[in-house]
């Protein structure tokens, strides 16, 4: 028998050492290092092992001049869900490696249940260490969606056992839910421990390579909103999506944090229902309220998030403060900008802000960094400030800089171009992105400005 070897690891970057040490002197944390065995068994190879080797032996590799590698382009997995194919670039690539990461409760097995539900034409296999087959037979009855799908289901958390019954069903797209509850036999650690999740991982990496099938694993997260685990994790593997939203409210957003297949700043929008998650197709519309009549620090700015362009609302709210310092609050909005930007208006152009409560929020639920929403920031805040109402026909985009200059923005003819699609009647940019830019060709009125004192004339008088 193999004497037992151990190591410590890192808790919160997965740093391996040979003793105990007081700080990680990769990420630099305090006491995050624990003592896992790591000894793996000697002969054991996956059952998956044995259709792509030959004699429990593969071939070495050989580098190749890079003109010389033929290049194939293949084709992607195409769902009915429109929302989650932009996520990943345009469809699900044969042999990748997926992990989405969201809060409890959220719906991250809802969304991936959903996913095998949707394309019959797809042999899916859907593997859970944390339902029954009841429970998730339940689940897809609400869904309404198990009659025509071609899905099998397995509850394992050992990955010996998963790759035998792989083997078997030979399926086309597998979900993992979650990767905290597997375990592999080659290490003796305890499931959801920094060994255990790096050496299942890198087995599903590898049987995702070497066999084209894409993977989709669910990871938990921390309480700070980090996906649990080492960070190697999410290195590890092609995409990272993130599953964002209040589970009080309806709408969920789904984030790419990382996507090695294709851009990484797209999101998708659904709506959490009874019978499970509906996409929303046109954004702008759940993001901006109706009302009768325009109302004080209300504005609506041209954002783009990957490159989807909409229309979100601006809230704010500027009061007298009943206190000796003065509060700064933002939701959905960098809170750091947010004073930047009042310090800007207090030093520039002479607005006392330094004594009133300053309330920001994003409509909808939306976490914002496109730099575009400044210049709807700043009229949100005086006409919260003065009580003037902005017309709701109008819609905003540009960056405000620290001397008071509107900057230029990118893609700015998708941002005009939503704005028409809406209705709206006018959009305020700045002056610098009107370089070749033919203001003939669309039915609104795009009216440039260089400095933040021309856009108070214009509003404010």
Request: aromatic share 6%; with cysteine.
């Amino acid at each position: 028998m193999a004497k037992t070897k151990s190591a410590y690891f890192c808790q919160n970057c997965g740093y391996e050492a040979p003793k105990w040490m007081g700080q990680c002197p990769s990420c630099k944390q305090w006491n995050s290092f624990v003592e896992e065995v790591v000894e793996k068994s000697s002969s054991k190879v996956p059952e998956w092992r044995s259709t792509t080797t030959t004699g429990n032996t593969k071939r070495a590799n050989k580098a190749a001049i890079i003109h010389e590698i033929v290049y194939q382009d293949e084709s992607r997995i195409l769902t009915p869900d429109q929302e989650f194919n932009r996520v990943l670039g345009g469809g699900i690539v044969p042999g990748s490696l997926v992990l989405i990461g969201g809060e409890p409760g959220i719906g991250k097995s809802t969304l991936m249940l959903q996913l095998a539900l949707s394309i019959p034409q797809v042999k899916t296999l859907y593997i859970s260490g944390e339902e029954s087959e009841q429970q998730i037979k339940m689940r897809a009855e609400r869904l309404s969606q198990s009659s025509k799908a071609n899905c099998y289901i397995l509850t394992e958390t050992s990955t010996q056992n998963i790759f035998k019954q792989i083997e078997t069903v030979q399926p086309n797209v597998i979900v993992i839910d979650s990767i905290q509850t597997l375990h592999s036999a080659q290490i003796e650690s305890a499931p959801g421990s920094v060994s255990q999740v790096r050496e299942c991982t890198a087995e599903l990496l590898r049987f995702a390579k070497e066999t084209s099938t894409p993977v989709f694993i669910v990871g938990h997260i921390t309480k700070d909103g980090s996906i649990a685990g080492p960070k190697v994790l999410e290195h590890m593997v092609d995409t990272v999506l993130q599953f964002e939203g209040d589970r009080h409210h309806v709408y969920r957003i789904l984030r790419a944090v990382k996507n090695r297949f294709g851009s990484a700043s797209e999101l998708g929008i659904y709506e959490m229902q009874g019978s499970g998650l509906r996409e929303v197709s046109n954004p702008s519309e759940i993001m901006i309220s109706q009302r009768d009549e325009p109302v004080s620090g209300v504005s609506i700015a041209a954002m783009l998030e990957g490159m989807r362009p909409m229309m979100i609302e601006v809230q704010a709210l500027v009061s007298n403060s009943a206190f000796g310092t003065a509060q700064r609050s933002s939701t959905g909005y960098d809170t750091k900008r947010l004073n930047m930007l009042l310090a800007v208006l207090e030093k520039r152009f002479g607005f006392r802000l330094s004594a009133q409560d300053v309330f920001l929020n994003i409509a909808g639920g939306l976490r914002v960094e496109d730099p575009a929403i400044d210049l709807a920031v700043i009229v949100a805040i005086i006409s919260s400030q003065q009580d003037i109402p902005i017309k709701t026909s109008l819609t905003f985009a540009g960056e405000v800089g620290l001397s008071g200059e509107i900057r230029a923005v990118n893609r700015i003819e998708q941002r005009i171009q939503e704005a028409e699609k809406l209705g709206f009647d006018g959009i305020f940019i700045s002056k610098f992105n009107t370089k070749g830019l033919d203001a003939k060709k669309y039915n609104i009125a795009i009216r440039p400005v260089a400095k933040l004192e021309d856009l108070f004339s214009a509003l404010f008088g």
